[in-house]
Nanobody
Framework: QQHLEESGGASVQAGWSLRLSCATS????????MGWYRQQAGKEREVVAT???????NYANSVQGRFSISQETADKKLFLEMGSLKPEDTAMYYC???????????????????WGKGILVTVSS
C-alpha cells in the first residue's frame, strides 16, 4: 500500500506561480508512473500531467507550456511547478502513482493505483 501526501496548495492571484509537492511512502518497482490530477467544482477529475520513472513527461493541453512536472527519484517525491496561473486553474489537485512492469506504459490515460487526498489551489482574478 502506498501513501501519498500533497503539499503546497495556496490561494494566489492570476499570473502568479505555485509549486506543489507530493511525498510518497516509498516504492520498489521496475516502472513507475506518477501524475497530477485536478478536479474543479462541479466537474470530473482530469489529468494534468504524468511522468514516468524514465523521465518521459506528458501534459494536458490546458497546461502545456505553463506547468512542469518533475520528480526526485532518490526521495521518491513528485512536484508540479505551475506558472501563469489562471482562475480556471482553481481546483483540488491530487497526486497519483502506479507501479508498472515498464515505464513505457505511463501515459495521460493510464489508470493510477494510489491517490493522495488532494490539496486546494485557488486562483483569483
Amino acid at each position: 500500500q502506498q501513501h501519498l501526501e500533497e503539499s503546497g496548495g495556496a490561494s494566489v492571484q492570476a499570473g502568479w506561480s505555485l509549486r506543489l509537492s507530493c511525498a510518497t511512502s516509498g516504492y520498489t518497482s521496475i516502472g513507475v508512473c506518477m501524475g497530477w490530477y485536478r478536479q474543479q467544482a462541479g466537474k470530473e477529475r482530469e489529468v494534468v500531467a504524468t511522468i514516468a520513472s524514465d523521465g518521459r513527461t506528458n501534459y494536458a493541453n490546458s497546461v502545456q507550456g505553463r506547468f512542469s512536472i518533475s520528480q526526485e527519484t532518490a526521495d521518491k517525491k513528485l512536484f508540479l511547478e505551475m506558472g501563469s496561473l489562471k482562475p480556471e486553474d482553481t481546483a483540488m489537485y491530487y497526486c497519483a502513482l502506479a507501479l508498472l512492469p515498464h515505464p513505457k506504459y505511463c501515459s495521460l490515460s493510464y489508470n493510477m493505483d494510489y491517490w493522495g487526498k488532494g490539496i486546494l489551489v485557488t486562483v483569483s482574478s
